[in-house]
């Protein structure tokens, strides 16, 4: 029994040391006695190991005591949270008074993790805090520590600045601050490093294996840039062929089309379609094969124009504010003052943006924007950059373009062959080209080298080897290769007509043979428009000696008389004045119709026109009166027909003198052999000659 005694009495002594030593801890630690403090607190952790570890963490977190270290805070606060749990009501209440509880054990286990925080919080390595997170899960800073490790793994992409890079940053952050960014640059380098340096390979192998990338369509345009580079006819059917489903495969289409049609002929559309099975607008290329086949003429109405069949069925509805022939499948259009080009299904080839430009041909147009000129093929490419003042047409292979102050030559294809050099400039004829320097002009070939130097006020060509110069408005002959043939004696020579230049010299009139040579010395009279009426037509001229006029044969020979005192233009039945009248003459000088006419013009293909008793008529070889000449002016358009103008209009007529288009026109213009345009200022008509017919649009347009 008293040993039971000694037993419950040292227990109970026990525990009264132990609590005398934890609130003397508690006593030390409040007044900052950390020695006292951490002594109390390590004898009484066997016994009271809840209340002595979270004093020991208290000491250890405060960083006003030597024994500051948060690792030793940590691991105390832990071994208190473990053991609160399971201490007794009894105890609680105890510790309590030591300011001891769950709300201050929670306080400082936050005290710890936020201090510990700021000291890794500088790091620049995310394992530092991943560390913190597993070891501080209850941590109120967690939600920074992910933001910080979020922007380290940011900063860490940017740094590599790869597509990987970004992508490990996209999976491990799913919902990280950074993601619209990454997004970005991982879909920007992703882009970049399939595609650099730019080949047609790696934009092909991007687009096959990153058909979601936004990339995609900017990725299809570089593939087109680059595999169409050339613009040529070969680069836009490998798009085709190789990259069907590229979304600009419908441009490469049309320029493929458009380039085939270069080297435009009748059979060309067939031999397209033959080619291209797989072309995309079948409709619209049978549409054109079947309009190649027919002549489609510009019409006009309600002060627009269109284009109708030779019926006069519309096919293209007036909506143009001009319209020319199509050249080459295509047709100069103008809208809202700018001009572009259609084709015969109506389709804008080439927008609406030029000031001007002219027909294709082989291939090219002449276009203007702004002032300046250039050519473009039927693309729409640039052959020449539209930046030139003034540029030629092509001759023996050569352009002449003046771009700032000086004219050179370049090359069909744009080379610069000849530099800038001249003030004015020529087109080649025969290998040579007049130029003018200092005001003067010479000749150049080819190669840009002086044949004759520009010391002339004017070149004209007079043959294939030799030039008229001007020099002090007087006229000489010299060669190509800068001989003087002549000097400069005459005051006039003219062009080659029959193998014959008129000359004059001392206000006469003579002539030169083919090569310059004098072949019938000045000796004729000067008369009013003499460069027309004296001029050779087959062997003959029309000459005037001492005030009467005559025939000459161009060896110099008189072939009809100097007997008249007018004469009417040189043909087969020549009108001549006789006595007051006036009468025809053959060749030979044989009067062929009594002198009757108070006027008459020569004979043009069987008729005349004569004036008798006031009073104008048309006559045949044999005198007959055809037509009663009530016009005021007749114009033969061939053996048969005339056109005539009445009251200031113009109609086509029969040599009988039925009226096959009525005098309503303001214009009659010859197209080409078949075809004659009736032009008023509201409307556009044609004369079909092999059927005789007028051809006008139906006014019941559907």
Known sequence: ?????????????????????????????????????????????????????????????????????????????????????????????????????????????????????????????????????????????????????????????????????????????????????????????????????????????????????????????????LVTKSQSLAAFDSLVRFFPDNRNVTVAWRKLYQLFMVTYSSGRLQEFKEVYPTYPYFDELETAINRSKINLLPFQASNLFGFMDMNGTEVIPPSYESLNFFKEDLALASKDGKYGYIDRNNKIVLPFIFSSGSDFEKGRALVEKNGLFGYIDRTGKEIFPIQYKDLGSESNGLIYALKDSLYGYFSRSNYLVIPAQFEEAFDFINGFAKVQVAGKQGLINERGEWVIPAMHDNLIPFNDSMFVYETSEMFGLITNKGVKKTEAIFQEIGVLSNDRAIIVQNNLIGFLDSIGNVSITPKYDLITNF???????????????????????????????????????????????KGKNWTFIDLNNREILKPIYTKADSFINGFAKVEKAAVQLSINLKGEENVPFFFSELIPLNKNLFIGTVNGKKGIYSSNGKEIVAANYDQIRQIDTDFYALNTNQTVDYFYFPEMKIINVKSNRE
């Open 531 to 577: 460069k027309n009426r004296c001029k050779f037509s087959g062997e003959y001229a029309i000459a005037r000696l001492k005030g009467k006029f005559g025939v000459i044969h161009k060896s110099g020979k008189v072939k009809i008389p100097f007997s008249y005192s007018d004469m009417g233009e040189l043909s087969n039945f020549i009108a001549v004045a």
């Open 1 to 225: 029994m008293r040993f039971f005694f000694l037993i419950i009495l040292s227990q109970f002594f026990s525990l009264f040391s132990s609590a005398s030593v934890i609130e003397n801890g508690f006593k030390a630690l409040e007044i900052h006695d950390y020695f006292k403090a951490k002594s109390c607190f390590y004898k009484a952790i066997k016994k009271e190991p809840a209340a002595a570890s979270f004093g020991l963490a208290t000491i250890f977190v405060r960083n006003n005591n030597p024994f500051y270290n948060l690792d030793s805070a940590f691991k105390y606060c832990e071994i208190s949270v473990l053991k609160f749990d399971l201490l007794p009501s009894k105890k609680l209440l105890q510790f309590e008074s030591f300011n001891y509880s769950k709300t201050t054990l929670h306080n400082l286990r936050q005290e710890i993790s936020s201090k510990q925080f700021q000291v890794i919080r500088k790091s620049a390595l995310t394992a530092d805090f991943y560390a913190f997170i597993s070891k501080y899960s209850w941590s109120t800073e967690l939600p920074t520590a992910y933001q910080l490790i979020d922007s380290l793994d940011y900063q860490v992409a940017l740094k590599a600045n790869t597509a990987i890079a970004f992508k490990t940053y996209l999976v491990a952050h799913e919902n990280g601050a950074y993601q619209k960014q990454a997004i970005q640059l991982y879909n920007a380098r992703e882009y970049e490093e399939y595609t650099q340096p730019a080949s047609v390979e790696g934009f092909d192998r991007f687009l096959k294996n990153c058909p979601n990338n936004p990339y995609f369509t900017q990725a299809e345009d570089q593939l087109f840039s």
